[in-house]
């Protein structure tokens, strides 16, 4: 499977983005997808996945709230639905494919985000 990750960009603090990664190759409507995102001079980090089913899990408290994972089985696509950006959100996010929460097999290319102050 083939991820392609997009709809990063600019943007000032309180505002929005959201986030797409599409699959080609193969349908990944059996799999965990999950959104991780790496700071410059940090780790990885987990951000957020869902399951095939719609059930989602945070990697990370600071997001709760604000960030909303959802899944299109149909387009082959996950959306990443940032809300209330902050300074610190800035990041290339990247989507993986797995079996599990926090765990990525196949993964995308990365967007950068990036939140002005």
């Known amino acids: 499977v ?14 929005s983005l959201r986030l797409s990664c599409a699959a080609s190759g193969r349908t990944f409507s059996y799999d965990v997808v999950n959104w991780f995102r790496q700071a410059p001079g940090k780790e990885r980090e987990f951000v957020v996945g869902v399951s095939r089913s719609g059930v989602t ?10 960030f909303t994972i959802s899944r299109d089985n149909v387009k082959n696509t996950v ?13 290339v996010y990247y989507c993986a494919t797995g079996n ?6 196949y ?8 939140v002005s102050s």
């Not at 959306?79 to 990041?91: I, R, V």
């Open 2 to 15: 083939q991820l392609q990750a997009s709809g990063g960009g600019l943007v000032q603090t309180g505002g």
């Open 57 to 66: 899990g945070y990697g990370t408290d600071s997001v709760k709230g604000r």
């Open 79 to 91: 959306y990443l639905q940032m809300n209330s950006l902050k300074p610190e959100d800035t990041a």
């Open 100 to 105: 599990r929460f926090g765990v990525g097999s």
């Open 107 to 114: 993964w995308g290319q990365g967007t950068q985000v990036t």
